[in-house]
């Protein structure tokens, strides 16, 4: 499909075309710096898209969507994870893998998880909002499968002018996103469990201490590209930007995850619509994310750990 098409069709009745347009009020495409960022503007009628959100604080939400009526699902990775398509969701190709049991504690293996799913979906991205489970509530863990043809942060990470290698061998190659508005790191490699041992290197770097429960906020997603596995992690330094408390008329009530870091913002309120510009998504980014000069500092002994890891 070509990617123009959906990208900049700025007609929304031919981006409704692509997404499913009875979910869909209104859409725009921002430039914000080297990045294409889609914002839209879903139906308040969208009300079980919100119910696959997991933000309660007593029980987990997935339970009551996993109990409802005719559910057609299936089961992948060794039963692990139960496979469930959604009709109720702006995108048109889209499932949930959600965990078959409830987890309390962090799962680092998890990360393993979005790669083998990424290895099984090679059309889509799989998405991770983040691997713990702070406040100690039981869950279930879930990942979003979605085609990769609504994303065009694939084309941009594959943009060797916007990366910046920071390490190479045969194994693979781990990269940053050279961009001032918001930057991310990019572990490639044919060997998932390559990729996985790379990841945990960087978590220690970015701060993760078991003995003190500390885990650094970290989302990421990972698809399959010809034969080699991408991983893009982005660490985050706050959960929600300033503008999501704000009162006044220059609120946005967009808790950003993994999907607006991947660039598409959503959001069922006119008013965040109307506030989510380049300089308002510039300041989110800029609120949320490391710099690149700051993951650059973070990851300078990442070469050394790598290579330590290599010679086991």
Same mark, same amino acid.
Not at 81 to 105: E, G, M, W
Not at 184 to 208: A, C, D, M, P, T
């Given at each position: 499909?070509?990617?123009?098409?959906?990208?900049?069709?700025?007609?929304?009745?031919?981006?409704?075309?692509?997404?499913?347009?009875?979910?869909?009020?209104?859409?725009?495409?921002? !430039?914000?710096?080297?990045?294409?960022?889609?914002?839209?503007?879903?139906?308040?009628?969208?009300?079980?898209?919100?119910?696959?959100?997991?933000?309660?604080?007593?029980?987990?939400?997935?339970?009551?969507?996993?109990?409802?009526?005719?559910?057609?699902?299936?089961?992948?990775?060794?039963? !692990?994870?139960?496979?469930?398509?959604?009709?109720?969701?702006?995108?048109?190709?889209?499932?949930?893998?959600?965990?078959?049991?409830?987890?309390?504690?962090?799962?680092?293996?998890?990360?393993?998880?979005?790669?083998?799913?990424?290895?099984?979906?090679?059309?889509?991205?799989?998405?991770?909002?983040?691997?713990?489970?702070?406040?100690?509530?039981?869950?279930?863990?879930?990942?979003?499968?979605?085609?990769?043809?609504?994303?065009?942060?694939?084309?941009?990470?594959?943009?060797?002018?916007?990366?910046?290698?920071?390490?190479?061998?045969?194994?693979?190659?781990?990269?940053?996103?050279?961009?001032?508005?918001?930057?991310?790191?990019?572990?490639?490699?044919?060997?998932?469990?390559?990729?996985?041992?790379?990841?945990?290197?960087?978590?220690?770097?970015?701060?993760?201490?078991?003995?003190?429960?500390?885990?650094?906020?970290?989302?990421?997603?990972?698809?399959?590209?010809?034969?080699?596995?991408?991983?893009?992690?982005?660490?985050?330094?706050?959960? !929600?930007?300033?503008?999501?408390?704000?009162?006044?008329?220059?609120?946005?009530?967009?808790?950003?995850?993994?999907?607006?870091?991947?660039?598409?913002?959503?959001?069922?309120?006119?008013?965040?619509?109307?506030?989510?510009?380049?300089?308002?998504? !510039?300041?989110?980014?800029?609120?949320?994310?490391?710099?690149?000069?700051?993951?650059?500092?973070?990851?300078?002994?990442?070469?050394?750990?790598?290579?330590?890891?290599?010679?086991?």
């Amino acid at each position: 499909m070509n990617k123009s098409s959906i990208f900049f069709a700025m007609n929304i009745k031919d981006i409704k075309i692509h997404f499913n347009s009875s979910y869909i009020d209104d859409y725009k495409l921002l !430039k914000v710096g080297d990045f294409d960022i889609q914002i839209i503007l879903v139906s308040k009628s969208l009300e079980n898209m919100q119910r696959l959100k997991l933000q309660s604080n007593k029980d987990c939400d997935l339970c009551s969507f996993l109990s409802g009526a005719n559910i057609n699902s299936r089961f992948e990775l060794n039963q !692990k994870y139960q496979i469930v398509p959604v009709t109720a969701s702006i995108f048109k190709s889209i499932i949930l893998a959600i965990d078959t049991k409830h987890h309390r504690h962090k799962d680092i293996e998890k990360v393993k998880d979005v790669l083998s799913l990424a290895r099984k979906y090679e059309n889509s991205i799989v998405f991770s909002d983040g691997v713990y489970y702070p406040d100690g509530i039981k869950r279930h863990f879930y990942l979003s499968v979605i085609n990769k043809m609504y994303f065009p942060i694939i084309e941009e990470v594959s943009d060797q002018q916007k990366l910046d290698s920071i390490f190479n061998d045969l194994n693979g190659e781990v990269l940053l996103i050279n961009n001032h508005v918001r930057s991310g790191i990019v572990i490639q490699s044919q060997n998932y469990e390559w990729i996985f041992h790379v990841y945990l290197e960087i978590e220690k770097l970015l701060g993760r201490s078991y003995s003190l429960s500390k885990y650094p906020f970290i989302n990421c997603f990972a698809y399959k590209k010809e034969k080699q596995f991408q991983l893009i992690i982005y660490p985050r330094v706050v959960h !929600k930007p300033t503008q999501y408390y704000d009162t006044s008329t220059a609120q946005i009530r967009v808790v950003p995850g993994v999907i607006q870091m991947s660039g598409i913002f959503i959001t069922d309120s006119e008013l965040s619509f109307k506030n989510l510009n380049i300089d308002s998504i !510039k300041s989110v980014y800029e609120q949320i994310s490391y710099s690149f000069t700051n993951l650059k500092e973070v990851l300078k002994p990442l070469k050394q750990k790598i290579l330590n890891i290599e010679s086991l």
